[in-house]
């Protein structure tokens, strides 16, 4: 088998850019991430971490420059047709509907891809949520939701899936959980870009970084480089 350092690259990301209207927000943002990694992207607050995710799933007004998922260019197409290619997207609002239960909260998003989870095989990752089947989404606690919405993504068959800020806000006990599910997932065959303020959860369960500065990609490391000195640079970049 393949190494993921051996293979190509599941997404290649070059000289993207983006806008809200007139506000031109990424500045040509290179990265790659291959095949059964765990990428994250860090930065301090409106560095473009969401945008760039956005961007990816064509989802901003305004974009262009090359987004390569699986060997195929995706930039022109639109987000219904990106993720039928085996994508998917956990939004940092979550974006669960209150007003529908758990199990209905589930079933909604339609299967882009064979080999989605089984609810029984999200149960197992999420034991809380087979417990609140029929809670209403808007009754969750702010954790549950987090564990509803990435539950979400995984019954689609995507297997390239992009979390935003999955820990913020949650209680240690809980991020925990999260990053127990990020590991499972990763051992299952998923690649996953991760976008996290948190960097201490991030380095449990990432392979490499890129930390973003105004819109473009200041430095890109892996695991083997977070020597004390390059720790001390890296807090100093993002500001913690």
Request: net charge neutral.
């Amino acid at each position: 088998m393949a190494t993921a350092e051996a293979a190509a690259p599941t997404l290649v990301v070059s000289g993207l850019q983006a806008w809200y209207g007139e506000s031109h927000v990424l500045h040509g943002v290179d990265f790659e991430v291959r095949p059964g990694e765990v990428v994250t992207l860090l930065g301090r607050n409106g560095a473009g971490k969401t945008t760039t995710l956005k961007a990816i799933m064509g989802i901003v007004g305004k974009r262009s420059g090359s987004v390569v998922f699986a060997g195929r260019e995706t930039v022109g197409l639109s987000s219904d047709r990106i993720a039928r290619l085996g994508m998917a997207i956990c939004p940092e609002e979550r974006a669960i509907f209150a007003s529908l239960s758990v199990r209905e909260n589930l079933l909604l998003p339609p299967r882009v891809a064979p080999g989605g989870l089984t609810l029984e095989r999200i149960f197992a990752l999420f034991p809380n949520l087979a417990e609140r089947l029929a809670s209403g989404g808007g009754k969750l606690s702010g954790g549950e939701q987090q564990m509803l919405a990435i539950a979400r993504i995984l019954r689609t068959g995507a297997r390239f899936l992009m979390l935003d800020e999955p820990t913020e806000g949650l209680a240690p006990v809980i991020i925990r959980q999260i990053g127990q599910t990020i590991a499972e997932l990763k051992r299952e065959g998923f690649t996953i870009l991760l976008v996290e303020q948190n960097f201490r959860f991030a380095a449990t369960v990432s392979d490499r970084y890129y930390v973003m500065e105004h819109g473009r990609i200041g430095i890109g490391f892996g695991n083997s480089d977070l020597d004390a000195n390059n720790m001390e640079k890296l807090h100093v970049r993002l500001g913690v």
